[in-house]
Structures are given as structure tokens and as C-alpha cells.
């Protein structure tokens, strides 16, 4: 079965840092693009960052550009995004999602597996 599950969300402070996981069971994440969405309420769900199957393109969203990063490690089958210098803006429900495509996108429709998700609160 394949499966997807974030960790690492929780309660920081304006200019704070988080490390968000996604781990995959089922499948190799490393022959998947992998992308990072989040959902704040009464908003749409938007792309913050992907990363290419199969290779180490990525690509961000412009705000988060410089303070988001977005790392695979293929050994642990996970996928990271490490947020620096979050904003209250940052706050939302963050999920990861995969698709058996090399194409990073950051639309969220053309993925095919998504995790549960995990919130993220940025607030003093």
C-alpha cells in the first residue's frame, strides 16, 4: 500500500524554524516528484515547493523563495522542507503529495498520492 506521511508541524514563533517530513512506504520516492502544498482555512490549497523525480531540481513558490528549502533523502525514502524565518502568514495545513512523473509541478492537480498532512502555526 502506498503511503505517505508528514511529521514535524507544530506551534513557533515569527522567525522560527520547522523541519517538515514526508515518508513514503509502498514506493521508492526517488523515481517520484514530491510536492509541498499547504491549506490555510477558507483558502485553496497552493504549492509551496517541489522537487523532480528522478533528479534534484526544484522549484519554489515566491513566498518562500530563500527561506524554504526542499531535500530528498533516498537512503530514509523521505523528503524534507526545512522552514526558516516563518511568518504567521506560514500558517496552515501543510501536506505532501507524490506523483510517478519526473516533472516537478506546483499545482496540486496532477498528483496522484497525498499524506495526511500536518499543521503548522506561526504565531507569538
Known amino acids: 500500500q502506498l503511503q505517505l506521511v508528514e511529521s514535524g508541524g507544530g506551534l513557533v514563533q515569527p522567525g522560527g524554524s520547522l523541519r517538515l517530513s514526508c515518508a513514503a512506504s509502498g514506493f521508492t520516492l526517488d523515481y517520484y516528484a514530491i510536492g509541498w502544498f499547504r491549506q490555510a482555512p477558507g483558502k485553496e490549497r497552493e504549492g509551496v515547493s517541489c522537487i523532480r523525480g528522478g533528479g534534484g531540481s526544484t522549484n519554489y513558490a515566491n513566498s518562500v523563495k530563500d527561506r524554504f ?7 530514509k525514502n523521505t523528503v524534507y522542507l526545512q522552514m526558516n524565518s516563518l511568518k504567521p502568514d506560514d500558517t496552515a495545513f501543510y501536506f505532501c503529495a507524490a506523483r510517478r512523473d519526473t516533472i516537478c509541478a506546483l499545482n496540486p492537480s496532477p498528483y496522484t498520492y497525498w499524506g495526511q498532512g500536518t499543521q503548522v502555526t506561526v504565531s507569538s
Open 69 to 75: 528549502t526542499i531535500s530528498r533523502d533516498s537512503a
